[in-house]
C-alpha cells in the first residue's frame, strides 16, 4: 500500500514536472528575443557603485552606471555623461562638458550638481582614504556654469582622465545601495541576494540602446552547477569558464575565447631567504617551462607574458615573454653562483578556491625538480590568503593573478615602487623606483611610454617575479544571441548583445 | 570440532584489507611511474596496458597515483586511530578504574569535544595548525579520542568489580598493574573491534578532508583529493572518479566486512 502511494507520488510529480517545463520552454519561445538569462559566479556586493569592491559586482555595475566618460572595447576613453573633455596644457585642469538631455533611470536629467555631488562623494576624505584613491589628487570640483565641470588636480597627472569613469550618481538619492540609479544602457528592477539580479532596458538611454529588454541575472555559485545550468538551458550566457568546462558544453553555444587580463604569476616574496638572491629568482624563471603550463593546464591557451602587464595595454605593453627560455643547465648554475648547488627548499601558497593557479603550481612544483629544487603547496583559504599573503606579506611565494583596474600602467606597475603600500612582494629596486617617477612626472606622451617600457624591462631584467600568462578566459553564448565584446577590462558589456534573427 | 571456522564476512573482510595492504607496501616500495610525473601527451589517456586505469588531466598515470594515495589514506587513518586509541585507553582506563571527580571532569571535556561531528572537530584543529598530512592525522586524531575513551571506560567500570581484579587487589598489585595488564587485555576483543570501526571512519574522515583541499596537499595523492579533482572532468572522463572511487568503497567494504567478522568470532 505504501509503496502504492509513493508511484502515484512519483507520478503526479513527473506530470507536475513535465507540466511545468512545457509551459516554461513554450513561455521563452515567446520572449526569446527580448530576454537573456546570466550566470555570474558570486553574488554582488553592494548596488552602490562607489562602495562596491569586488571585480564581479563592477563587471555588472558596468551597465547600469556611468562615469563623465567610460571605456569602449578597445580600451580608449570615450566621453559618456560629459560631452566633450578638455585636459589642460600643464594636466592640472581637466574641464567636462555635460551632455545634454543625459537622463538618470528615474527620469531626472543630469545636472552639474550631481557630477559635482558624484566626484566629491568619491574624493571625500573625512572617513579615511577617498573611495577612489588616486582622487586624493583632486583639489576641487568647480561648476562656472550648468553645463561645465572643471577639475583642478593637485600635482600634474596626465593620466587623471581613466579615473573620471567613476559613477555619476543623482544628488537626491540618499541609499545608493536599495535605490540604485545611473545612467546606463540597463537599469535596475530588483535583487534576490544569493539568488538573482533582474534588470531591464533603459528606453531612454542617451547612446545606442541596448538590444534586450529584459536581462536576468542568476548567481550560480557551484563550478560544477554551471556546466549542468548551461547544458540545461537554464542559463544562457556564462563569462570566464574554464576550458576543462567549455569542453563539456553540449553545441547549443557560441564560445568565445579572449583573455582574462590579469597577470599570473608565482610572485615571490623578494625580502624572504633565498629570493633576495636576483640570481635565484632568475634561476627559477629559466627553470619554468611557460608553453609547457600552458598545454597541461589550459590545452595551450592563454598568452605568456614576461613582465607585470598583459597585451590589453596596447602601446604601453611590451614583449618581453621570451626574456627567459627554458634553460635547466643555465638555471643550475645561476643556482650554483648563489650558493645552492644542491638546490633549495620552499613553499607556495595558493588559495584554494582558485583551481586554475593550482593546477599552475602542481606543474611548476614539477618543473623545478629538474633543477633540484623543492617546492611544497600550501593550500589556504581566500580570506587567509588576503590577511597573510597580500596585506601581512607572511608567505614566500604564492600563484596568483593580479589585475588592473583601469586602463593607466599605473594600476599594475605602481605596486612596485619601493615604498608601495601594496607592495606585497617586497620588491625594492633604486632603478625602478627612479623609472617610475619618471613616467608619472613626465607630460609628453612618447617619453611616459618609453619610461613605462623600462619599468617592465627592470622587472623582467631582475626577475622580480616568475612570471606566467594572462589566463584564457573562454565565454558561453547561446546560439539564440549574438555580438558578445571582450573589453581590456573586468566588464561585461551587456548592451552588445543581441538575439539573432530568426 | 569445537572451534568454530571463520564466518564468510571475515573472510571477504580478511582478502580486500590484504590486497590494501598489498597495495600499500607496493606504492610504498616503488610505483611503477613517478605519480607526479607529468606528460602532455598523455593527457586524459584512456586505460591501456601501460597504464591500466589511464590517465589524468595532467597526464600522471592514474594507477600509480592510487598507489600512492592509498599509502596516504593508510597513513592518515593508522595515525588517526593510533592516537584516539592510545589516548582514549588513557583517560577511559583512569576514568573507569578511579572514578570520581577525575572521571567527572574527564567525561565532561569528552562530551563537549564529542558534541561537534568529528569532521567539525578536525576544521577546527587544522585551522589552529594549518592544513598538511601530518597536522590532518593530529586534527582527527584529536576528534576520535572521545568515543574510544568512553567505550574504555565503560569497559573498566564493568571489568573492575570482577573477582580476578580484586584478588589481583589482595594480591598487592598496583592500580596500573591491574589497569594495564589485568584488565585491559579482557576488554582487548571490545576496542578490537571499534579500532576497526573507527579505522574505516578515519577513512571517511581523511577523504573528506582532502576532498575539501585541507588534507594531503597537491600534487601528493590521497583517494579524496582525487575523487575531488576528478569531479571537473566528470561528464569528460568519468573513469577519474570510478578508480579512485571505486578502491576507496573495496579499502571501507573490506575494513566493515572484518569488523563484523571479528565480533562474530567472539
Not at chain 1, 213 to 230: C, H, K
Not at chain 2, 145 to 173: H, I, T, W
Amino acid at each position: 500500500m505504501k509503496r502504492l502511494k509513493k508511484f502515484a507520488f512519483a507520478v503526479v510529480l513527473t506530470t507536475l514536472t513535465i507540466a511545468l517545463s512545457a509551459c516554461g520552454s513554450g513561455d521563452k519561445k515567446g520572449t526569446a528575443s527580448s530576454s537573456i538569462t546570466i550566470g555570474i559566479p558570486q553574488d554582488l556586493d553592494s548596488l552602490d557603485p562607489h562602495t562596491a569592491v569586488a571585480a564581479g559586482t563592477k563587471e555588472i555595475l558596468f551597465n547600469i552606471y556611468e562615469g563623465l566618460v567610460k571605456p569602449d572595447s578597445e580600451g580608449n576613453l570615450v566621453p559618456a555623461v560629459a560631452s566633450e573633455v578638455v585636459p589642460g596644457a600643464d594636466g592640472k585642469t581637466y574641464t567636462f562638458t555635460l551632455r545634454e538631455g543625459v537622463k538618470f533611470h528615474d527620469g531626472s536629467t543630469v545636472t552639474v550638481e550631481d557630477v559635482k555631488y558624484s566626484l566629491d562623494r568619491c574624493a571625500d576624505t573625512t572617513a579615511g582614504d577617498p573611495l577612489v584613491p588616486a582622487f586624493s589628487n583632486i583639489e576641487s570640483v568647480e561648476t562656472p556654469d550648468d553645463k561645465t565641470i572643471v577639475v583642478t588636480l593637485v600635482q600634474p597627472d596626465t593620466e587623471f582622465l581613466a579615473n573620471m569613469t567613476t559613477a555619476i550618481v543623482p544628488k537626491s538619492v540618499e541609499d545608493l545601495n536599495e535605490h540604485p540609479v545611473g545612467t546606463g544602457p540597463y537599469k535596475y528592477v530588483s535583487w534576490v541576494p544569493q539568488e538573482e539580479v533582474i534588470l531591464e532596458k533603459n528606453e531612454n538611454y542617451w547612446g545606442e540602446p541596448a538590444y534586450i529588454d529584459d536581462v536576468t541575472i542568476r548567481i550560480v555559485a557551484d563550478a560544477d552547477a554551471i556546466v549542468t545550468g548551461l547544458n540545461g538551458g537554464s542559463i544562457d550566457f556564462f563569462a570566464r569558464l574554464s576550458s576543462d568546462q567549455v569542453s563539456q558544453l553540449s553545441d547549443d553555444y557560441q564560445i568565445y575565447e579572449g583573455t582574462m587580463n590579469l597577470v599570473q604569476a608565482l610572485y615571490l616574496n623578494n625580502k624572504v631567504e633565498p629570493f633576495t638572491d636576483e640570481r635565484v629568482r632568475q634561476a627559477l624563471c629559466y627553470a619554468t617551462d611557460v608553453p609547457e603550463v600552458l598545454d597541461l593546464t589550459s590545452d595551450g591557451k592563454g598568452s605568456p607574458i614576461g613582465s607585470s602587464m598583459f597585451p590589453a595595454f596596447g602601446k604601453y605593453y611590451t614583449d618581453l615573454s621570451g626574456a627567459y627560455p627554458t634553460d635547466i643547465e643555465k638555471a643550475k648554475q645561476l643556482l650554483a653562483e648563489a650558493g645552492y648547488p644542491d638546490g633549495f627548499t620552499f613553499t607556495i601558497t595558493v588559495p584554494s578556491n582558485y583551481q586554475p593557479h593550482i593546477d599552475t603550481a602542481q606543474v611548476l612544483v614539477e618543473q623545478y625538480k629538474k633543477i633540484g629544487v623543492t617546492a611544497n603547496i600550501e593550500l589556504i583559504e581566500w580570506d587567509s590568503w588576503l590577511s597573510d599573503v597580500y596585506s601581512a606579506r607572511n608567505f614566500t611565494s604564492t600563484v596568483i593573478g593580479v589585475d588592473a583596474s583601469n586602463l593607466t600602467p599605473g594600476a599594475l606597475l605602481s605596486r612596485f615602487q619601493s615604498e608601495a603600500g601594496n607592495n606585497f612582494i617586497n620588491y625594492s629596486n633604486a632603478d625602478y623606483d627612479a623609472a617610475y617617477a619618471e613616467a608619472v612626472a613626465t607630460t609628453d606622451d612618447a617619453a611616459k611610454t618609453e619610461a613605462y617600457k623600462k619599468c617592465q624591462q627592470i622587472l623582467s631584467d631582475t626577475a622580480a617575479n616568475v612570471y606566467i600568462q594572462d589566463m584564457a578566459e573562454f565565454v558561453a553564448m547561446n546560439k539564440k544571441y549574438t555580438g558578445y565584446v571582450f573589453y581590456p577590462l573586468y566588464v561585461q558589456d551587456l548592451a552588445k548583445i543581441k538575439p539573432v534573427e530568426q | 570440532m569445537k572451534k568454530k571456522r571463520k564466518s564468510l564476512n571475515f573472510i571477504i573482510g580478511a582478502v580486500l584489507v590484504g590486497l590494501m595492504l598489498i597495495m600499500v607496501v607496493w606504492g610504498w616500495i616503488k610505483t611503477p611511474y613517478d605519480p607526479n610525473a607529468m606528460n602532455t601527451a598523455l593527457k586524459f589517456a584512456r586505460p591501456s596496458l601501460a597504464h591500466p586505469f589511464g590517465c589524468d588531466n595532467f597526464g600522471r598515470d592514474v594507477f600509480s597515483r592510487i598507489l600512492q594515495g592509498v599509502g596516504n589514506t593508510f597513513i592518515v587513518s593508522v595515525g588517526t586511530v593510533a592516537i584516539g586509541t592510545i589516548v582514549g585507553i588513557l583517560l577511559g582506563g583512569l576514568c573507569g578504574y578511579y572514578g570520581g571527580w577525575l572521571d567527572e571532569i574527564i567525561m565532561r571535556c569528552n562530551d563537549v569535544i564529542f558534541a561537534f561531528p568529528s569532521i567539525f572537530m578536525a576544521l577546527i584543529v587544522i585551522s589552529l595548525i594549518g592544513p598538511g598530512k601530518y597536522q590532518v592525522i593530529l586534527a582527527l586524531g584529536i576528534a576520535f579520542v572521545p568515543s574510544f575513551a568512553r567505550l574504555v571506560r565503560s569497559e573498566f567500570m564493568k571489568q573492575k568489580n570482577r573477582d580476578y581484579c580484586l584478588a589481583a587487589e589482595l594480591m598487592g598489585a598496583s592500580s596500573l598493574r591491574i589497569m594495564f595488564v589485568h584488565i585491559l587485555p579482557n576488554a582487548f576483543p571490545v576496542i578490537l573491534s571499534s579500532v576497526i570501526i573507527g579505522f574505516n571512519n578515519a577513512v571517511i574522515a581523511e577523504a573528506g578532508l582532502s576532498y575539501l583541499g585541507i588534507g594531503v596537499q597537491p600534487p601528493e595523492a590521497s583517494l579524496g583529493a582525487m575523487l575531488s579533482d576528478a569531479q571537473t572532468f566528470l561528464y569528460k572522463d568519468p573513469l577519474l572518479c570510478i578508480f579512485p572511487g571505486v578502491v576507496m568503497a573495496l579499502m571501507i567494504l573490506g575494513f566493515a566486512l572484518l569488523a563484523d567478522g571479528v565480533s562474530e568470532d567472539k
